[in-house]
């Protein structure tokens, strides 16, 4: 009897499977793949940014009649620009990758340098803007599932307007300069990647362009100087990148 009994439960067994066959019972789904920060990525990014410009009037352009003077000039204003570059995750949390950006915008101010010596209706302004701003770095950072902290360093170019009307001993001038800087900037920011296709992050660089010599020419005169300028920039930027091709 209780070989029998084995039988027919090994016999139904067979029949059960037999059925589910050909029903076409799927198999249980396979897991998916582990998230991996590994791939190309461009996006569009937006922001402010804000800075230091420090003047020296080492060619007394400015004050020609009441001596040399300087300026420290506070700037602020917004960018609009994108990114592109790639990650490569080579351990469960190590990422590495390159990136190029650029931004355009208005970054500026504007204020009346104190003129020494100087004789009644005499005046000055210094005006300063920042029209563009490129960067290529390098980044490395620590990624835990869908989230990326990281850091960034390397060149930096700007480009920059300057402008200084003014009138010295009755006589008007209009100086006018530009320039593109070679520089460098460091940074640090986080990165959600909402879905296997979209990320989007915040981020903060600082950017050092040192001081240089910028050429002033006067508009009205025709005559022209090198002017001392030291300048650097600070950002937060909110950004959105689409990562091509999709993790996997």
């Known amino acids: 009897m209780r070989a029998i009994l084995l039988g ?9 499977s037999a059925f589910g066959a050909d029903l076409g019972v799927a198999p249980a789904p396979a897991a998916p793949p582990q998230f991996t920060w590994t791939g190309c990525y461009a996006g569009l990014s937006a922001g402010g940014g804000f800075g230091q410009k420090d003047l020296t009037d080492t060619a007394g352009m400015l004050s020609p009649l009441s001596g040399f003077t300087s300026a420290n000039l506070d700037t ?39 003129l020494p010596g100087a004789i009644p209706g005499d005046n000055a302004t210094f005006k300063q803007t920042t029209d563009l701003l490129t960067s290529l770095t390098a980044r490395a950072g620590y990624a835990w599932d869908r ?18 009307p ?14 593109t800087r070679l520089g460098w900037t460091a940074g640090v920011g986080v990165e959600w990647a909402m879905s296997s296709d979209w990320s989007v992050k915040i981020e903060y660089d600082y950017f050092g362009f040192g001081t240089r010599n910028v050429t002033f020419i006067d508009q009205i005169g025709g005559t022209s100087g090198p002017e001392q300028i030291k300048q650097d920039i600070q950002t937060i930027m909110l950004g959105v990148n689409f990562h091509v091709p999709a993790w996997q």
């Open 76 to 114: 602020a204003g917004y960018l609009l620009g994108g990114q592109i570059g790639c990650n490569y995750q080579f351990s469960p949390s190590g990422v590495v990758g390159v990136e190029g950006a650029a931004w355009g915008g208005n970054i500026g101010g504007k204020t009346a340098p104190a």
């Open 166 to 179: 003014g009138t010295s001993g009755g006589t008007a001038y209009d100086l006018e300069g530009l320039e």
């Open 8 to 16: 027919a439960a090994a016999l139904s067994l067979f029949a059960f």
């Open 147 to 164: 989230w990326l902290l990281y850091g960034k360093g390397g060149v930096a170019l700007v480009d920059d307007r300057y402008s200084a």
